[in-house]
């Protein structure tokens, strides 16, 4: 179906890998414009403003893209949840894998034949909830444990890019981790673990391509709940190397749940993440919003 007369509104964070964002949205912007499009640029001074420009944006009818890694596309797609505003995403980051999970093409000519023909389709966010967020919404995935350590790290590594930033940042965290005795709540059920991180994922894809959760949908209404259990090291960097094929989930060492809502907490003060951005500690509940936001891919 051709929607040749789209009205869109680009969201840039010019801070995201400097000027890549930039780069990435001039690369589309002409294929766009050239099918008789209309595309404004707006640049936030940060993710909070980003999220209301976005939402400006939305309430004039415009189809809000959000330019940059799956931190901005994470909280721009919270703050677009519920609205019925329509989401695209323009992937110009680190991690991008809230894109990797929605198959957009990377060529530039391609994504723009996306945002320009393909209907919105709904996708589901995750409503996360603990006493420093009170109610933030997210896309991708809530991790708690080692993998937030490591995502902290590589948020901080300014010399390191991409997937290198991540893995240095993990062999950091992996080397000081102690395992944490977790409680883990799916849908009222209580569960035991001990072990490196408790992962709840909206998406297959977490770290910048890693296959943390193979089988999540970012459309069947449920959450993939990955536990890695306390294992010695080396076996742990071994499984590490498996998150990139998914592998990893047939080892003992890895339980797998499913659940619309989730509560993890611990026997001591465990970092969380979401989306690539948020630094907080346990506890946490994430909660499935089926459905809840329209975007194109």
Known sequence: ????????????????????????????ARPLREAGA??????????????????LAGERGRVVLAVGGDGIAGGIGGALSGTGT???????GRGNDFARALG??????????????????????????SAVHHRTVVLGSVYAGVDALAN???NHAALLRGAASYYAGGLRAVATWRPARYHVTVDGEEHAHHGYTVVAANSPYYGSGRLIAPDARVDDGLLEVVMISHAPRRLFFA??????????????????????????????????????????????TARVLPGALSVLY
């Open 239 to 284: 499984l590490m190397r498996e998150l990139r094929t998914g592998a990893h989930v047939n080892r003992l060492e890895v339980r797998v749940l499913r659940g619309r809502e989730i509560r993890i907490e611990a026997d001591r003060a465990v970092p969380y993440g979401a989306d690539g951005e948020v630094e907080a500690t346990l506890p946490v």
């Open 104 to 129: 957009l093409p990377t060529d530039p000519a391609d994504l723009a034949r996306v945002l320009l023909h393909h209907d919105p389709r709904p996708v589901d966010t995750v409503e996360i909830e």
């Open 86 to 92: 329509v989401l695209g995403l323009v992937p110009a």
């Open 38 to 55: 209309e595309l404004e640029t707006e640049y936030s001074r940060s993710l909070s403003h980003a999220q209301e420009l976005a939402r």
């Open 1 to 28: 179906m051709s929607h040749p007369t789209r009205r869109f509104t680009a969201v840039v964070n010019p801070t995201a890998g400097g000027s890549t964002a930039a780069a990435a949205l001039l690369k589309v």
């Open 152 to 154: 902290r790290h590589a």
